[in-house]
T-cell receptor, first 113, second 116 residues
Framework: AQSVSQHNHHVILSEAASLELGCNYS??????LFWYVQYPGQHLQLLLK??????LVKGIKGFEAEFIKSKFSFNLRKPSVQWSDTAEYFC???????????FGKGTKLSVIP | NAGVTQTPKFQVLKTGQSMTLQCAQD?????MYWYRQDPGMGLRLIYY???????DKGEVPNGYNVSRLNKREFSLRLESAAPSQTSVYFC???????????????FGPGTRLTVL
């Protein structure tokens, strides 16, 4: 069965700081990977996705993530965060053949102005 | 194009009461899903419908039933609500049950349910 680990429960940063949120998955085969964001009181929105090809994927609002197959990782990065990035971030994986999306437990990001 | 819609937005129930959460999508998607979100637990899949006419259990199906009414609508029923079912419920849809790019899921705004 596939699983996802997000190592940080709550990250607090000042505006303009750089961000990296960790995500590791366990699955032996081909995967598709996603990062979703949930702003306070809102539903989940897709930030970016990795299907195949270039392991460095760029998403909305200046976010990017790198798929490192050898490390089973898909970390989310942003060079300079803003107060409006305050939200909860979820990593998710779909293993080829299962088609079922499995979420990590989420990382809450608080950005201090 | 509303995407995925859910009703109601909020609901308070007493233990033992029943209710149905409604979900509809207008993207002509074949697959639909129900998740629950609890603090510190992420989202967990309750049931899914890979295509019209089929439903399957996810990770946490106990205490729930679902109906795929037609291609657009997928409802979640709590027959006898319990406090442990206090949660935020999200419906989602994807183009179909299959590999990329069809497995990208689109989420509704959620229903916040409290069971007293």
């Amino acid at each position: 069965a596939q699983s996802v680990s997000q190592h940080n429960h709550h990250v607090i940063l000042s505006e303009a700081a750089s961000l990296e949120l960790g995500c590791n998955y366990s699955y032996g085969g081909t995967v598709n990977l996603f990062w979703y964001v949930q702003y306070p009181g809102q539903h989940l929105q897709l930030l970016l996705k990795y299907f195949s090809g270039d392991p460095l994927v760029k998403g909305i609002k200046g976010f990017e993530a790198e798929f490192i197959k050898s490390k089973f990782s898909f970390n989310l990065r942003k060079p300079s965060v803003q107060w409006s990035d305050t939200a909860e971030y979820f990593c998710a994986v779909v293993g080829a053949g299962s088609y079922q999306l499995t979420f990590g437990k989420g990382t809450k990001l608080s950005v201090i102005p | 194009n509303a995407g995925v819609t859910q009703t109601p937005k909020f609901q308070v129930l007493k233990t033992g009461q029943s209710m149905t959460l409604q979900c509809a999508q207008d993207m002509n998607h074949n697959s639909m899903y129900w998740y629950r979100q609890d603090p510190g637990m992420g989202l967990r899949l309750i049931y899914y419908s890979a295509s019209e006419g089929t439903t399957d259990k996810g990770e946490v199906p106990n205490g729930y039933n679902v109906s795929r009414l037609n291609k657009r609508e997928f409802s979640l029923r709590l027959e006898s609500a319990a406090p442990s079912q206090t949660s935020v419920y999200f419906c989602a849809s994807s183009e179909r049950w299959g590999p990329e790019p069809y497995n990208e899921q689109f989420f509704g705004p959620g229903t916040r349910l409290t069971v007293l």
